[in-house]
């Protein structure tokens, strides 16, 4: 397992942005407000009071929290809809993808996540044929409680290759990965977003959809704090 990051860059997920401290404390001096999507770069890491890095930006040096939902290793960049906005990694692409609004894929390599949008959460496509529930978990995305559902797929790989295989909630076109993740957001009673990963692994790639669902917005009241 990788040891916390040290050098390199890391971007800020919280929609809200993330106070860079003068000490890696949560009690110390506010130096200044990293926004969403700024890069810092890392100058070191301490254990101390639950996990900080001390960054860089343009302005200001300090510390700022270690919670992995408040940023991520490497650089994302911005999507923006009249649905939703989320960062996704720089080295990714973004398209869409009917019935999907939005579909990111990784370059290169399998990984892919897809977005979405029905009237109600039971609209939403839920699991797939020929994967098992792995785990469930509890995940806030802006502000809403919702259940991050991990799958993995029951068919051994060489039938991957076969016309009837599982595909992505997005696209038929790619195969079948071995792990699938979900998580179904109620943004307003009328409205629901589903979010979809088509994973090769749960290390880094889960990862990325956790960063992923940590950086999306919405308007809402739960998500805006209006």
């Not at 401290?21 to 100058?43: F, H, I, N």
């Not at 990694?89 to 993808?97: C, D, F, G, R």
């Not at 797929?153 to 792990?179: F, I």
């Not at 749960?202 to 956790?210: E, K, M, N, R, S």
Request: with cysteine; charged share 10%.
């Amino acid at each position: 397992m990788a040891g916390p990051q040290t050098t390199g860059a890391r971007t800020v997920l919280s929609p809200i942005g993330l106070n860079v401290r003068a000490e890696p404390d949560k009690t110390a001096k506010v130096l200044g407000t990293a926004a969403q999507g700024v890069v810092l770069t890392v100058l070191g890491h301490t254990d101390l009071a639950g996990g900080w890095y001390q960054v860089k930006g343009a302005t200001v040096t300090g510390w700022i929290s270690g919670d992995p939902s408040l940023s991520a290793t490497g650089e994302f960049s911005p999507y923006n809809s009249a649905q939703f906005s989320a960062l996704y990694p720089a080295t990714w692409s973004s398209s869409q993808s009917p019935p999907a609004i939005a579909v990111f894929r990784a370059n290169p390599g399998p990984d892919e996540i897809s977005v979405r949008s029905a009237p109600t959460v039971p609209q939403l496509p839920a699991g797939q044929t020929g994967y098992g529930l792995l785990e469930a978990n509890q995940i806030v995305v802006c502000g809403v409680t919702s259940v991050l559902e991990t799958y993995q797929r029951a068919q051994p790989a060489s039938s991957a290759t076969s016309s009837t295989s599982a595909t992505s909630p997005a696209s038929a076109a790619p195969p079948p990965t071995p792990y699938l993740a979900q998580a179904r957001i109620v943004v307003d009673p009328h409205h629901a977003l589903g979010f979809y990963a088509d994973l090769s692994g749960l290390g880094a790639p889960l990862d990325v959809f956790h960063s992923f669902l940590y950086s999306v917005s919405f308007a809402s009241k739960q998500c805006t704090g209006s």
